[in-house]
């Protein structure tokens, strides 16, 4: 079975921080995915990376940046986390179809 | 500019009842459609997938779905709904290829409760 691990599963941040939310795969598949998952509005991309140091914008980027410095392991940056940024984070990864997912990481920002 | 619609955000049914969520697209070329279910706290799991031929895909826990081009529509059927059934489920759509294809657009979810 596919592995995709996030770091954290509960996280709190104050206003301001840079924020740093690790995600890792070991089926070696190219492709990995961040989303954020908010009430009412489902799963909107924020970033994803198609090989290592690879990154194209999703459809929510602004606040965020990301690093894929190895193939396994997919970064997700908030540079100065702001309240609503608040929200639950998830990480996919996949060869073509279908994307796998870890559990989510919810992060709050005070 | 593909999207997706689930019309229901929240749906009812009792225990042992039949389940019907329904899932519409829009998508410029033959989609791939999926259904997730997100139990609390948990991450998503595949329930089925349609990339092509037969219409109607079985998937996982007793879960079917039928795509119906003409509708641009991939409802999630279940002739029984278990207790267990209850969770958020959402259907995404994406298109074939690999590299910057391969992305998926998701619906904004449909909780289901189950009654006893």
């Known amino acids: 079975d596919v592995k995709v691990t996030q770091s954290s599963r509960y996280l709190v941040k104050r206003t301001g921080e840079k924020v740093f939310l690790e995600c890792v795969q070991d089926?070696?598949?190219?492709?990995m995915f961040w989303y954020r998952q908010d009430p009412g509005l489902g799963l909107r991309l924020i970033y994803f990376?198609?090989?290592?140091?690879?990154?194209e914008k999703g459809d929510i980027p602004e606040g965020y940046s990301v690093s894929r410095e190895k193939k396994e392991r997919f970064s997700l940056i908030l540079e100065s986390a702001s309240t609503n940024q608040t929200s639950m984070y998830l990480c996919a990864s996949s060869v073509h179809w279908p994307q796998h997912f870890g559990d989510g990481t919810r992060l709050s920002i005070l | 500019a593909q999207s997706v619609t689930q019309p229901d955000i929240h749906i009812t049914v009792s225990e042992g009842a039949s389940l019907e969520l329904r899932c519409n697209y829009s998508?410029?070329?033959?989609?791939?459609l999926f259904w997730y279910v997100q139990s609390p706290g948990q991450g998503l799991q595949l329930l089925l997938k349609y990339f092509s031929g037969d219409t109607l895909v079985q998937g996982i826990k007793g879960f079917e779905a039928e795509f119906k081009r003409s509708q641009s529509s991939f409802n999630l059927r279940k002739p029984s709904v278990h207790w267990s059934d209850a969770a958020e489920y959402f259907c995404?759509?994406?298109?074939?290829?690999?590299?910057?294809?391969?992305?998926?657009?998701f619906g904004t979810g449909t909780r289901l409760q189950v009654t006893l």
């Open positions: 990376s198609y090989d290592v140091k690879m990154k």
């Open positions: 998508y410029g070329a033959t989609p791939y």
């Open positions: 995404a759509v994406g298109g074939g290829g690999s590299g910057t294809a391969s992305k998926l657009t």
């Open positions: 089926m070696d598949h190219e492709n």
